[in-house]
């Protein structure tokens, strides 16, 4: 593995041609609005490039993509987007495992799997990376590009509110404004709209949401019943997480799925006070210190006693 | 009424001294950052001012005043900030409606109320433009300072996410972030944080939310009794509104809300599709085109179906 540069990642993407981009599994909108701006800058310069990703993409991302057809090709040079480790990318692990040339991240976590690593640790999205290769590329920055780069950092800042952003996301939101995203619709989509299913799975996660440790710990649980109640599932649960830190007096918020087996998993959001990750590594799970998640082989209510009984220790 | 620029604003502010700031009632984040902001700069150059408000500040605001002292003195020049008509001064109209010198603001209906106005409406908040006078006026913007006006950006545009957002107000932000405003805490204050008792209205709200219309409409009653249950209050309520618009498909969100008298007032919200105001203003009402309000002198029952029959015609 080497580690580049933005001019250097330019240079590279410059002298290639059938360029495969894989997104990570599970797609979220920095990973895909950096693979499409890459895949658009590429198809600007006459290059075949397309991205590829191991799940289904969301049709609330279908703006990234529907006004461009992606070529097919052999592909000769693999690049990797937001992608940290080898594993996130799901289903495509086992076909490109090993054999990544290039990687752009923001993850510190990345476990420099590629041959070349262009990593800006420091960016709250990878998508204000991809940004400064495409400039790099000497490309016209038009309003796709722009739509995917901009979506990018917003779905990676939560809209900008999250504390890893930073004065350079901001200027970069307002670069990509100038060049045409459209930042109202974007987060319209991204932030304002919940599908039927997922506002139905909602208000019941809120109506069974649980307060212990003199309402220090908040839980919510979703069960598969909930799922066939809403018309929801589990690719909608994405959001329901961070509700259970936004009560003042908070400190551990845990969400608790039960999984189709009858087995569950929890996420674990906590504020400085308590370190999810520590919390979630007694489960032999791991993550942030603010957001974490960890897997249970036991029922719903079996987990969430053991959970409560680590609560407790971590807050006395 | 005369219109003024930035630099001819910095210039008056320069050459009075003893000021008085009012901001409107109901204070929210843009009218108290731009007040305090405003303050600070005028103190720093050594002179008499203070921040007034017709209503009590809530207590999140605290960290906007907290570090600094302000003087008592006997007026010598009154200036609102963020006040599009003087009767949104609330208890503080009788005293100063009238006998206001100068009026910094970005609402296009403001009603020129004032003997000077520097009225900017393509702003998506007054913050931008009273951290251009601040900068005309040279004065050291400090982290006090930065983390006022940096209130006002984040608070008027939903944290960055309305479409009245321009590329100027992330580039503000960019700015004021370097200048030492602490964008993580104020956001989580701001955005993140509910207080239990509005947590608890909030889910109360959300359990009785109600559709119409094939789901075109959505409707969330808030009742005194659910104030007495959760012991939250009408000012509490701010955040329901926009609950009503998120789900996927909804045109119109009604946020009907019973008064101590047993009357009962309506928040609305809507996309493109449904002109908010001209919905209000069947019963009287007004606002813009996407949120906008009415009162009516019956109970939520009564109201509900006048508003529902009236939405059946904007619908069709």
Known sequence: MTKINVEKCAGLLKEKDNILILTHAHPDGDTLGCGFALCRALLQLGKKARVICGD???????????????????????????????????????TYGGKIDLCIDHHGSNTAYAEYLLLNADAAAAAETVFKVIKAMRVKIDKGIADCLYTGLTTDTGCFRYASTTSNTYRAAAELIDLGADNGIINRVMFETKTKTYAALERLAIEGMRFYENERVCVITVTQEMYRVTGSGEEETEAIAPLTRQTEGVEIGLTIREKADGKCKCSIRTYESVDASALAACFGGGGHKQAAACKFDCGVAEAKKLLLAKCRDFLS
């Open 56 to 94: 289904e993409i969301p049709a609330k991302y279908a703006y990234l993509y529907r006004d461009i057809t992606m070529p097919d090709f052999e592909a000769e040079y693999i690049v990797a987007v937001d992608v940290a480790t080898e594993n996130l990318l799901g289903s495509l692990a086992d």
